[in-house]
């Protein structure tokens, strides 16, 4: 399957209408991210179930603003709208491979419990927000 070309137009609808999404922020001039593109495209070719896509962070830097991405080539892991997984840096295969194995065999109901333990935890304590 080819890569999908995310822009701040497209990148609600591609993240919400897919259960998993494979997210490279990359720009042309960026070696690393020259030199992961293949591993990335051949890993798009592998998990067909699995939607693959790349944003240019020259051509959305708003969309790679909102995300705080400061260091290319950036992964993200979306699966049913839930970030799994953000870290900079070009992956070898293998490790590319273990990361989208991961995601696939979280259990989402529990993802999504532990995300709001942990919001409520940050809403309790301290001074109640100022009118």
Request: proline letters at 5%; hydrophobic letters at 45%.
């Amino acid at each position: 399957m080819a890569t999908v070309e995310l822009t701040k137009e497209n990148f609600d609808e591609v993240i919400s209408g897919n259960d998993m999404v494979v997210v490279d922020f990359w720009a042309s001039w960026c070696q690393p991210c020259r030199s992961f593109a293949p591993v990335f495209e051949a890993a798009s070719e592998q998990h067909e179930d699995v939607v693959f896509a790349k944003v240019n962070v020259d051509e959305q830097r708003e969309l790679a603003g909102w995300f705080q991405i400061r260091s290319i080539p950036t992964l993200m892991v979306f699966r049913e709208q839930v970030i799994l997984y953000a870290q900079p840096g070009a992956l070898p295969a293998s490790a590319l491979d273990e990361i989208i194995a991961q995601a696939k065999a979280l259990d989402m109901d529990e993802v999504r419990r532990e995300i709001e333990a942990q919001q409520a935890q940050q809403g309790q304590g301290g001074e109640p927000p100022q009118a």
